[in-house]
């Protein structure tokens, strides 16, 4: 039987990294020369890639490609203050691998970003690897997906993540789709992607992948 994996996001999945990415992306505004766009606009994004994020506050675009430069500058010098793995995570993580399940993060980030986060907070000991979006289409698309899977040469068996475009993404590579709600987007926008578990913690997904 070839071996199976579980991936997840990370941002608002694996790790509350809200205020270091939201402080980051203010500060990157403020530095091009944009207004600060506030905690409340910026939070309502997260998880977009970064050219996205930053178009409603520039409408003439001449400002993106220096403050996506400028944030990449930024969220690396501060990226640890305040980031660390949701209540449970290293638990659950910890549980599947001891069933024999392969673990991977596919996440909007790029790969030298996130692997550098994983790393400073000690999730690499329990993933087998991190897959950022390198060149290819973001979620909802499924390509980081696919990357992950062919990182760990397993079979995606389930996606684990707090938005719609991570459980579109996942039921697009043909997973199964767990939505955690302290992330991003609340319970009733996830509920409405149907996805085949929504809860409330990591607790029930060991039980979860056994019963796929």
Do not use: N
């Not at 809200?18 to 606009?41: K, M, N, Q, Y």
């Not at 030298?112 to 993933?127: C, E, F, I």
Request: net charge negative.
């Amino acid at each position: 039987m070839a071996q199976r994996a579980v991936v997840f996001d990370l941002d608002g999945t694996l790790i509350d990294s809200l205020t270091d990415i939201v402080e980051s992306f203010r500060e990157a505004c403020v530095t091009v020369g944009l207004s600060d766009p506030g905690d409340a606009a910026v939070r309502a994004l997260v998880g977009r890639p970064l050219g996205e994020m930053l178009a409603p506050f520039d409408p003439t675009g001449e400002r993106v490609e220096s403050a996506v430069a400028a944030y990449r500058r930024i969220y690396p010098a501060r990226f640890t203050q305040a980031t660390r793995p949701f209540p449970g995570v290293l638990d659950a993580l910890e549980g599947l691998r001891t069933d024999g399940w392969r673990l991977a993060v596919a996440t909007t980030k790029r790969s030298d970003m996130a692997r550098k986060l994983t790393s400073a907070l000690g999730l690499d000991a329990y993933v087998d690897h991190v897959q950022g979006t390198d060149g290819f289409p973001h979620k909802p698309a499924p390509d980081v997906i696919h990357a992950a899977l062919g990182a760990v040469g397993a079979d995606g068996a389930w996606m684990v993540g707090d938005t719609v475009a991570d459980l579109q993404a996942g039921r697009a590579a043909g997973l199964k789709t767990y939505g955690v709600t302290w992330g991003t987007h609340d319970r009733d926008r996830l509920a409405g992607e149907a996805p085949d578990a929504l809860e409330d913690s990591l607790t029930p997904l060991r039980a979860c992948v056994t019963g796929a």
